[in-house]
């Protein structure tokens, strides 16, 4: 009989047990599902505020799910469109480089987010941004030194430019401003051939070129040059051999 109560008592026990977990699993349960539910519906408050206009709000509103959600979605969701805001043209608080950290980092903490693809166009877009911008930065900068006539270091800033875009502009411009710099009456060490052959490489590079027809008049002006230094040399050769 005491066998009986003793055994009794353990499945009573196993009961509370298995009940407490119960509890426990179902208050988890649905703690987690109202915070989804509650990240939805800031989700979707965020979009509006961004049909407003009110980038800041919904950039600290994603910020807000992100930090909830840091290694899990929807984390992955509001790092997209924290890179989103940061590079959307209407924002006055744009900042490319931020917007390009928010999508790599999507695409190193959720390898298998189904915005991850789209993020890696982003990335692409927003590199190719930062190279333009990089260049016409180079190019601002070396037309300021050949206003002041540093030669040299202008050409440096427009052979850097042209390494970064070798078969689309600015690189045609950069070839143009090179072959300028070759031939400026300011530089001592002038190179015709050189000039030529940069005003002759935009020709044919870039034949949609807005400084193709520029560069056809100097090839014509610097091949009457060469031609006559050519003749000139000949002449020199001409009267040596006439004096021995």
Not at 120 to 137: D, F, H, K, P, S
Not at 192 to 216: C, G, N, T
Request: hydrophobic share 35%; charged share 30%.
């Amino acid at each position: 009989m005491g066998r009986k109560r003793s055994r009794a008592w353990k499945y009573f026990y196993l009961c509370i047990a298995g009940f407490i977990v119960f509890s426990l699993w179902g208050c988890a349960s649905l703690h987690e599902f109202k915070i989804k539910k509650e990240s939805q519906e800031k989700i979707q408050r965020a979009g509006e505020l961004l049909k407003q206009g009110d980038y800041d709000g919904y950039l600290n509103m994603n910020e807000d799910l992100y930090a909830l959600f840091p290694d899990r979605p929807p984390g992955d969701e509001a790092l997209f469109n924290i890179g989103m805001v940061y590079g959307h043209k209407d924002n006055p608080g744009k900042n490319y480089k931020k917007s390009l950290q928010m999508f790599k980092r999507l695409t190193h903490d959720f390898p298998t987010s189904h915005l991850r693809e789209e993020a890696t166009i982003w990335i692409g877009l927003l590199e190719m941004i930062e190279q333009e911008r990089n260049a016409y930065v180079s190019y601002m900068r070396s037309k300021e030194l050949i206003r002041k006539n540093g030669l040299h270091k202008s050409l440096k800033e427009y052979q850097k430019i042209l390494s970064r875009f070798p078969d689309r502009p600015p690189g045609d411009e950069a070839l143009f401003n090179i072959g300028l710099i070759y031939i400026h009456n300011d530089n001592p060490k002038k190179k015709y051939k050189e000039s030529l052959q940069m005003f002759k490489k935009l020709v044919h590079d870039f034949p949609q070129s807005d400084y193709i027809e520029e560069a056809r008049i100097w090839i014509g002006l610097l091949e009457v040059i060469e031609k006559s230094k050519q003749a000139d040399i000949e002449i020199e050769e001409k009267k040596k051999e006439l004096t021995q």
